[in-house]
């Protein structure tokens, strides 16, 4: 997908140091880089923190873009890295086990948590491939523009990934 | 549970917004920040992989051929700093590396789920033959230079990966279910080097010495910051105490997430073509990679014999070897 002619304009601002231009740019991320982190981290405060973190140090790379190049992998690339530093930072012990943060009434809590348990359980790399895949419903396309590997190979990581959970929560019948 | 169940599952379990107001703060942060965009290299891309079942003997003679062949390479690099472009004979060898793990995706097939499944041992019989023929490509073809380290890995991955599917045909044969779980993710695991290794090898190009550096210093601070590599390194005891080896989740995740940095580092490193000035410098940091990969794959046997001396030896040789990693990225950052 190329740049259209807005994208562009407010990439090139944003390259110039105009703050509300790159935020505009990112505002048809930020839903999905949120889900992401949020899907990494399981704490919402931490997955804001990450969020913008990850858009700071994202603008700083911005000259790195590359005209016809799309920026959601890109940005959710960079957000990935940003939680795999926070995950990684020596205070970040707990696992966190909470509840979903929203009405409980017709889904399955405690599965929803033994799942939240399981993924905490993965590591990093494992928990990124399962989240784009089956929380940000993503094609394995995109997920190999996200991680910078061919679509086989992201297809290949997810299914080890589905593997790996699968003792953990029971979860059967995903093709190996 | 089929894909459809998971998306449902994945969904039930962390669907959430983010807080009222949450994209206004991060952009009103923004605009009130002066940040002074500038260029950096951009270099991000991100690998896992690891194994578990593989003989000791295949793991030490993979061992002593990659020292020998990263030797040679060494050597062959800094006569010649130029490295080989993409010549004829190079872009075969990229050909066939890509054929044969066509090939091997071609043999793949929905088996050996569980131990109920009579058809994995010619399922994985087949895979293993496939992979077998790519052994024999590689034996008969001549390896470009700057591809002899990566050449010997993937051999060695080769061969655990016909190792893993042999041992999850056993298993469902003796009825095994923890046994054909950990074989079947091993294969899994070396299934996706394999894949990333071929991308790397495929897609090899030239790079800037700031933008090679820039990665090594990146990949430093990544292995420099992972724990569980350190973990592997100082664990003097059984981390999973009364329980099987073969079935300890921590010490098998643990391994797993060494195995991704060093791969990450090491199919990096073969994309990036070094600059001449430090291609003395990338062959022994590839050399040292190729070692410490090689002596954790023999860790993963280790834990599945349950072969705590033969697992305590290796991890003093891993740890050596890091440090050699350590060293060699530092040469080539300060250089």
Redesign the interface.
């Known amino acids: 997908m190329l740049f259209n002619r807005d994208e562009s304009e407010l990439i090139r601002a944003?390259?110039?140091?105009d703050?509300?231009a790159?935020?505009e740019l990112?505002?048809p991320l930020?839903?999905g880089a949120?889900?992401l982190a949020?899907?990494l981290l399981?704490d919402?405060?931490e997955?804001?923190d990450a969020?913008?973190e990850a858009?700071?140090k994202a603008?700083?790379?911005?000259?790195?873009?590359r005209e016809g190049s799309r920026l959601q992998p890109w940005f959710l690339?960079?957000v990935?890295?940003q939680c795999r530093?926070v995950s990684?930072s020596p205070w970040w012990s707990v696992v966190k086990v909470d509840p979903?943060?929203?009405e409980a009434e017709s889904?399955?809590v405690i599965?929803?948590?033994d799942?939240?348990r399981a993924?905490m359980?993965?590591?990093?790399?494992?928990r990124l491939v399962?989240?784009l895949r089956?929380?940000l419903?993503m094609p394995f396309d995109e997920i190999a523009s996200t991680?910078?590997?061919?679509p086989?190979?992201a297809r290949?990581?997810v299914?080890?990934a589905?593997?790996?959970l699968r003792?953990i929560?029971q979860?059967?019948?995903?093709?190996? | 549970m089929d894909e459809r169940l998971l998306f449902e599952r994945f969904h039930e379990a962390l669907d959430v917004d983010p807080r009222p107001a949450a994209y206004e703060r991060m952009r009103s942060a923004l605009i009130k920040s002066t940040s002074t965009p500038r260029r950096s290299a951009a270099f991000h891309m991100r690998w896992t992989k690891m194994g578990f079942r593989l003989a000791a003997a295949v793991a030490l003679v993979a061992l002593a051929a990659i020292i020998g062949a990263v030797i040679i390479s060494t050597h062959r690099v800094a006569q010649n700093n130029v490295p080989a472009g993409p010549d004829a004979h190079t872009v075969a060898y990229q050909r066939l590396m890509s054929q044969d793990d066509a090939r091997m995706a071609l043999s793949t097939s929905n088996h050996c789920n569980d131990i109920s499944d009579t058809g994995c041992p010619a399922a994985a019989g087949k895979v293993t033959a496939t992979l077998q023929l790519w052994l024999d490509d590689l034996a008969a073809f001549p390896t470009p230079s700057q591809f002899a380290v990566a050449d010997a890995e993937m051999r060695l991955h080769l061969n655990a990966t016909i190792a893993d599917l042999n041992a999850a045909a056993t298993a469902v044969t003796n009825q095994n279910a923890a046994e054909l779980s950990a074989a079947i993710a091993a294969a899994l695991d070396e299934s996706g080097w394999i894949d990333d290794m071929v991308t790397a090898i495929t897609t090899r190009h030239a790079v800037s010495k700031a933008v090679y550096v820039q990665f090594v210093r990146s990949e430093k601070a990544s292995l420099d910051g992972c724990s569980d590599c350190q973990n592997v390194v100082s664990v003097t005891q059984d981390p999973c105490p009364g329980s099987s080896l073969l079935t300890c989740r921590s010490l098998t995740s643990t391994l797993s997430e060494f195995e991704s940095e060093l791969e990450g580092f090491e199919t990096g490193l073969v994309i990036s073509v070094a600059p001449g000035s430090i291609a003395g410098l990338d062959g022994t940091l590839r050399m040292d990679l190729a070692a410490a990969d090689a002596t954790l794959l023999d860790m993963i046997a280790a834990t599945i014999s349950g072969d705590w001396s033969r697992f305590n030896a290796d991890r003093n040789a891993v740890g050596t070897e890091l440090a050699g990693v350590d060293r060699d990225s530092s040469s080539i950052i300060g250089a």
């Not at chain 1, 944003?14 to 140091?17: H, K, P, Q, V, Y």
Request: glycine fraction near 12%; avoid cysteine.
């Open positions: 944003a390259r110039g140091g703050g509300s790159y935020a990112l505002r930020y839903q949120f889900r949020y899907g399981h919402s405060t997955a804001e969020v913008q858009a700071f603008w700083r790379k911005l000259g790195n873009v690339g960079i990935a890295n530093s990684r979903p943060e929203r889904i399955d599965g929803a948590v799942l939240r993924l359980r993965l590591g990093h790399d494992e399962l989240v089956y929380y419903d991680l910078g590997v061919s086989k190979a290949t990581r299914e080890r589905v593997h790996r003792p929560v979860i059967q019948g995903a093709a190996v």
